[in-house]
């Protein structure tokens, strides 16, 4: 099973950023992908999740109302869209993968590679 993220990049407050996970290995049915994000110096967080059978959604509280997850069953794709990108959302992205079983906030089986994401004052 890979998981394979990209997309970020360096932005300014205020704009936005696409970010994509490449699911490949396995079909993730009864599975719930998520984003999370690490800080600098901080522990690792949990951002926003979906469930892959019925697109099903949870977010976090700082991120509400801004980001909004989302999945191409066909393309094997999830998908962060991130809006009014603030300097504190700073960090690197990770996706990650598990069983439909488990919490929103894990354990979580599968991780892809984290893509920087950086928000200029």
């Known amino acids: 099973v890979q998981l394979q993220a990209f997309g970020g990049g360096l932005v300014q407050a205020g704009g936005s950023l696409r970010l994509s996970c490449v699911v490949s290995?396995?079909?993730?049915?009864?599975?719930?992908l998520a984003w999370f994000r690490q800080a600098p110096g901080k522990e690792r967080e949990f951002v926003a999740g979906?469930?892959?059978?019925?697109?099903?959604?949870y977010y976090e509280d700082f991120v509400k109302g801004r980001f909004t997850i989302s999945r191409d069953n066909a393309k094997n794709a999830v998908y962060l869209q991130m809006d009014r990108l603030k300097p504190e959302d700073t960090g690197v992205y990770y996706c990650?993968?598990?069983?439909?079983?488990?919490?929103?906030?894990?354990?979580?089986?599968?991780w892809g590679q984290g893509t920087q994401v950086t928000v200029s004052s």
């Open positions: 990650a993968a598990t069983w439909l079983g488990r919490s929103w906030l894990g354990p979580y089986d599968y």
């Open positions: 979906i469930i892959w059978s019925d697109g099903a959604t």
């Open positions: 290995g396995r079909t993730f049915n009864n599975w719930r």
